[in-house]
């Protein structure tokens, strides 16, 4: 039952029993009566029931709930332990090496040699092999993985290990030696195997090696084949091979160059199949070499002796900005094979600076007052050279010269000038110096400036007739000396090139016929006023050394001659424009030679018909004007001829005279 229940009933029951007890009765006294105040209490709209609240419960102490986490934490971790404890021994008894009898745990690979190692010196690393383990390891085989570049010395591992039959890598020492397996057979439990293996190890100053020593061995009753592994490291103390690089470290862009490259053996056996390879810097152009290279920038050395020198010699020219800096890199190293093209192990790499200066002479070549590409002269046309010079040290040049060689078509020697310099004609060269300039070109002082000149008379048409694009470069070298400065040149050199193209000797004429009119001629000669005369006018092209593209013949009738839409030969495009009268033949390319040395010239013929006034009468009126040919010469120049107007006067037709010129009434 309820408590609260049984406590009030026992409240009742006490009141009960006062009400009837004698004793009590007259202990009852009326309680005074309180008025009910008028304030209306606030009802709530809707009902509510106030739940009864939980019977309180007994808490444990804070210390027992404690306890009792502590004790599930201690069982989670018993109970995780002991199932990692199955399965790993579980594991180790199955598959693990505790199925096995031995273990790779219980195999000392020791490997012993020096911590410096010279590049290209046979090297002899001790190998020790002892098995722990309480069964013997059967057909034991030793595989040494030795870094790129590592050759043979030809002989034999020594000791307690042998090569195998079955040896993986060359013996021979001038091949890489990447592989060896040398055989230990049956090492039985507690035995110690120990041998000395000869190697040469390749490689540059301070580059790691590493030397991988793996065991293939097997157990009794098993197939299967297990690995035990040891690594050797060490570092190379020197290169075997070493580059010295001999040249100016300064040099004037465009003025020829010279290396002197010595590649030198550092060690006491030979190094077989030695390479070099040259890294170009931008700029250079290579020209030759001593000797040559087989293929690009590679030379071939091969077997280079203990201390023994080989040397090449290698020229070009560096193009560049004044202030560049440019990077040489001289690689020498091994291959694996003659058949490769590039060195597969590096033993040395060295670069070699070079600056590009301000030229010592400041060059500058005109023609005519022109210089650069465009520069163009016609045959028997006079030509006026200049070359000015500067000198842009900081210090005098003593005993300057400058030659200036013309190459290409031949000048006469008879027409050639030059005031303060001397021509010969022997090499066709002009020459300033010392002798010829009175003496201005003994010392030059830092900073100043000067010009010499030159003239001559450039090959007429005739002469170059037979010549196709001919051309006349012009070559100017200037030579010095200074004080001798550390890495520059003390023999000083400039160099600058001018290039004249000479223009083609292109002609056009324009010849009007009546009686020799291979269209036929309709009409009176002379010309007579109100009747029409038909004519032809030819148009002949000739052409001597250049090609000549994109041609192009106009000529404008007047408004009294008439198109007849009639020319040859038709295979050429002649196209009439009747708004402006304008007649065009596009004849495109001109070759070379056209019209020369019994070659057929370029010809074109329109006919015409000529209708007089009577205002032309007594006049010899044009029947074709404005005869204009464009076009471009193979020398880059823009090319233009004309040709007299075409008359009635028809001077060179067969059979014509002069009688017949003039419109009659």
């Excluded at 030809?154 to 079955?166: A, D, N, T, V, W």
């Excluded at 292109?506 to 002379?526: D, E, I, K, R, W």
Aim: proline fraction near 6%.
């Amino acid at each position: 039952m309820d408590p609260s229940a049984d406590h009030e009933h026992e409240k009742i029951e006490r009141l009960r029993r006062a009400m009837y007890s004698r004793d009590l009765s007259g202990k009852l006294k009326d309680r005074p009566r309180h008025r009910l105040e008028d304030i209306r209490p606030i009802v709530g709209e809707d009902w509510q029931h106030k739940e009864e609240g939980a019977p309180a419960t007994i808490v444990a102490p804070r210390t027992i709930g404690t306890m009792r986490m502590a004790l599930r934490v201690i069982l989670g971790v018993a109970v995780v332990f002991f199932l990692g404890a199955a399965g790993f021994f579980g594991y180790y008894f199955t598959l693990g090496s505790g199925a096995m009898p031995a273990s790779s745990r219980n195999i000392d690979i020791v490997i012993t040699g020096p911590a410096q190692i010279a590049s290209g010196e046979q090297t002899r690393l001790q190998i020790m092999v002892t098995n722990r383990n309480p069964v013997a390891l059967q057909l034991a085989d030793l595989v040494i993985t030795y870094p790129p570049g590592t050759r043979s010395p030809g002989s034999l591992p020594e000791g307690q290990i042998e090569p195998c039959s079955r040896a993986e890598g060359s013996e021979d020492s001038s091949y890489e030696f990447a592989r060896q397996r040398v055989c230990l057979g049956t090492i039985e439990p507690g035995e110690r195997r120990q041998g000395t293996v000869p190697v040469i190890f390749s490689g540059e100053d301070g580059d790691p090696l590493d030397v991988l020593v793996d065991l293939e061995y097997r157990l009794e009753g098993s197939s299967a084949i297990f690995i035990a592994s040891s690594k050797y490291s060490a570092s190379f103390s020197a290169s075997s091979l070493s580059i010295a690089v001999e040249g100016n470290t300064e040099t004037v862009s465009g003025q020829p160059i010279e290396f002197t490259v010595t590649v030198a053996s550092n060690v006491s056996v030979p190094v077989k199949d030695a390479l070099l390879s040259v890294g170009f810097p931008f700029g250079f152009t290579f020209s030759s070499a001593s000797p040559a290279p087989v293929s690009g920038n590679l030379w071939e050395l091969g077997d280079l002796g203990p201390g023994q020198r080989k040397q090449i010699v290698i020229r070009g020219t560096l193009t560049g900005e004044s202030g560049d800096e440019r990077v040489f890199r001289f690689t020498a190293g091994t291959r694996n094979s003659p058949e490769e093209r590039s060195i597969t192990t590096s033993l040395v790499e060295s670069p070699f600076t070079m600056n590009v200066a301000e030229p010592f002479f400041g060059l500058a070549v005109s023609v005519n007052g022109r210089t650069g590409t465009g520069v163009i002269a016609g045959p028997g046309e006079n030509v006026n050279v200049s070359i000015s010079w500067q000198n842009n040290l900081s210090t005098a040049i003593a005993d300057a010269i400058i030659v200036a060689r013309l190459s290409g078509i031949q000048i006469d020697g008879a027409k050639v000038k030059s005031p303060e310099g001397f021509f010969r004609s022997t090499d066709g060269a002009f020459i300033w110096d010392r002798t010829t300039t009175g003496g201005d070109f003994e010392q030059i002082i830092a900073g100043a400036r000067g010009t010499v000149t030159f003239s001559f008379q450039m090959p007429s048409a005739a002469e170059l007739e037979a010549v196709r694009n001919p051309s006349l470069t012009i070559t100017v070298n200037a030579a010095g000396k200074r004080v001798s400065e550390e890495g520059v040149p003390e023999n000083l050199q400039a160099t600058a090139v001018q290039r004249i193209a000479v223009a083609s000797a292109l002609t056009l004429s324009a010849q009007g016929l009546y009686y020799a009119n291979p269209f036929g001629s309709v009409g009176p000669l002379p010309p007579k006023a109100g009747t029409e005369t038909t004519y032809a006018v030819v148009f002949t092209l000739t052409n001597t050394t250049n090609e000549i593209s994109n041609a192009k013949l106009t000529a404008t009738l007047p408004p009294y001659v008439r198109w007849t839409g009639i020319f040859s030969p038709g295979s050429e495009d002649v196209t009439f424009n009747q708004n402006d009268g304008t007649v065009t033949w596009d004849v495109g390319k001109i070759e070379a030679g056209v019209g020369l040395g019994g070659t057929p010239p370029r010809q074109a013929a329109i006919a015409i018909g000529f209708t007089p006034s009577t205002s032309q009468i007594g006049q010899e009126p044009p029947l074709l004007l404005g005869i204009t040919l464009t076009g471009t010469d193979a020398a880059g120049a823009l090319v233009s001829r004309t040709a007299q107007n075409v008359t009635t006067n028809i001077v060179g037709d067969p059979g014509f005279n002069s009688t017949q010129a003039t419109v009659i009434k």
